[in-house]
């Protein structure tokens, strides 16, 4: 079975990945066998998201926490495959929200079967990662969770509410970033360290490692949407732009810019019709302030801040593992 | 505060409101204070939906259920407001499914916000309604009630994917009302008895009540559907018409037409376009074929099992309102 698109390029995640690698198999078994619903529609459009879905980041989080955390059980299994069906829920919904077209190189759902099908699928989902919540028998895991799915719609709700608008400041940025994304990250992390049995200390050092490496993971995100190809990202770059979303890039840019600039920024943003010169010309104001290496550098802050958590952890293969995801996340180009 | 639209109208229906009056208002207030956010998109889109929802039906099962087995605590305030935004995030993704414009003499909120707000505010809703399963720290309940979320996404499918086959049977159609809709009227009133302590009979004999209400609900919307006012149901009748949704009546009569007639309704159904004139020959058709009655004997057996269902308790005021809300169902013409 393929676990993941990545697993021939050498990068850090992998490092990570292996040390987690029989557990994921098993996770992934599991989703399969969790979507096998009577009704076809159900697994063709859950199969086609989950797989084309990416890196596992999420669930492999969860149980490499629960690994460093020392835990001998088996819940971790279904909790990994409880924080794949949210994030799948949320990609199917984004896509609709989005309009998207395409995702890692392949059709999205929406596209293929529409959209209707997408938000109904997507609510099947979620509702079945509601049901793996209860694995552990844990309250705390599942207000965990299930605080984080409220935290994630808030964050999506809060960038729509954005969209377009180039006053945006940072600190608005950061905190729709941390909400749509870095929740997740963060729960993935903290439900591990929960299972565990572990206490406060270890479980928040694993929740503020989530979070922080969720914040930068987006951020470069949003990086790649301006300064990656349509090859190596799998669509189209330029998305963001052209949805008006209003991400860390243009917001450096427009504050850096000359009021001509700006005039300029602001219209672009605001128009529905921008066309490719548009985006162009973008580009041109952002490699002006070099917006690529300010957003890195950026990026580098949270980085920062994720590895010095892992502190409380003695040093070990996994932990290494846990800090070289960290590089691994800013330098990707994919 | 306004408790719900129908207050005024002297209905059997109100006679159970009646008995859990002082619970409902402290379900509406939690409900209110629950949709609160800083994100002022989030309680207007919830405000509207949960103000035009209607009847409250759900909670007030949840309320009536812990109250007829004796439950002493206040978590069934938690557990009545989960499944009211159950029900009204299905709503808000409904309407974006079926495209509706209104809902109760109300525009929806996809057609004053957009889809997108209804889809991300939905998950919200959805979000939320989880958070609220831990109220009880019961894992039976969060079980029932995740479960139910899963079995009703899973109805929502089938109901797209029968779209438009006139082929399709009685069998097929139970099975998709009772899980998009009567799945969680069973659950609302099986989380009543759970939360009471009671044990298998009581907890199964209110589960298989509320599934059969709900279903016996489902047809009778569907029924309303052809043969309410556009007044009276607050909306356009014939909307399940003209979005090819295969109900009770249409398989009926189906069942029942001449060659010449299935011809007709077969091409009915697959067409696109379908203008109102035809919806008036498809009703000619039904009134030809007695579908109202028919439609309402079929009703009555759901009707008469969930009143047997309830032989289980004592008589009381509230086992009789429990009766009672059974013949409303069936009676009411909006």
Sequence with gaps: MKIAKDDSNINPLLNLKNLVRDDLEKVDNLIYSLIASKIALIPQISRHTISSGGKRLRPILTLASAKICGYQGSAHIELAACVEFMHTATLLHDDVVDKSDLRRGESTANNLWGNKESILVGDYLLGKSFDLMGAANSIDIYKTLSNAAVIISEGEV????????????????IKIISAKTAELFAASCQIGAILANKN????????????????????????LDYFSTDKLLGKKIGDDFFEKKITLP???AYNQATEDERILLRKMMRNSTAEYKDFTQVLNIMNNYDIRQKVLKFAQ???VEAKNKLDIFANSELKTAFIDILDFTVNREF
């Excluded at 270890?202 to 951020?219: C, K, M, S, V």
């Design 200 to 223: 406060d200390s270890e479980i928040y050092a694993l929740r503020l490692y989530g979070l922080n490496l969720g914040i930068a993971f987006q951020l470069i995100d949003d990086l």
């Design 301 to 303: 802050t949270y980085v």
């Design 250 to 252: 243009i917001i450096i």
């Design 158 to 173: 809060m960038q729509l509410v954005a969209t377009g608008n180039i006053d945006s400041d940072i600190d608005s940025y």
